[in-house]
């Protein structure tokens, strides 16, 4: 199964330049999900490609910024900020990684609206 996740424009660039190797989240997958559908939000609003998930890592935020700050892509006052008022968080070990080549529109490819954190496609 594949998951559609928005993504700020600048950590999508730097997924796919490789120098951001995490994707963090406040909830997780409930399903199985391989691989991920990256929607660039705006202003680029399109579907600029897509990664295969390596690993899922939930921990507390402490242990969680341990493990991922050397390719976290963001800085620990951000990352700390994007969790406020969680004690847990999740991050996606980026796998590999393909961009399109062409920008994908999110409505005309798959029907949808742009989702708040992530929806599940086939």
């Known amino acids: ?3 559609l996740l928005s993504i700020k424009p600048e950590f999508a660039s730097k997924i796919f ?3 951001k190797k995490f994707e963090f989240r406040r909830s997780i997958f ?3 999900v391989r691989k991920v559908i990256v929607y660039a939000s ?5 579907v600029i490609g897509e990664f295969e998930i390596e690993e ?3 921990d507390n935020l402490e242990s969680l910024w341990r493990k991922t700050k050397k390719h976290a892509g963001i800085s620990e ?3 700390y900020s994007y969790f406020s008022e969680k004690e847990n968080g999740h991050a996606i070990k980026i796998g590999t990684t393909k961009k399109y080549r062409k ?3 999110l409505k005309e490819t798959y029907g949808v609206v742009p989702p708040q954190s992530f929806l599940y496609v086939s």
């Open 1 to 3: 199964m594949k998951a």
């Open 17 to 19: 330049e490789g120098e």
């Open 30 to 32: 409930k399903k199985p």
């Open 42 to 46: 705006a202003p680029v609003c399109k």
């Open 56 to 58: 899922l890592i939930s």
């Open 77 to 79: 006052d951000y990352f």
């Open 103 to 105: 920008p994908l529109s």
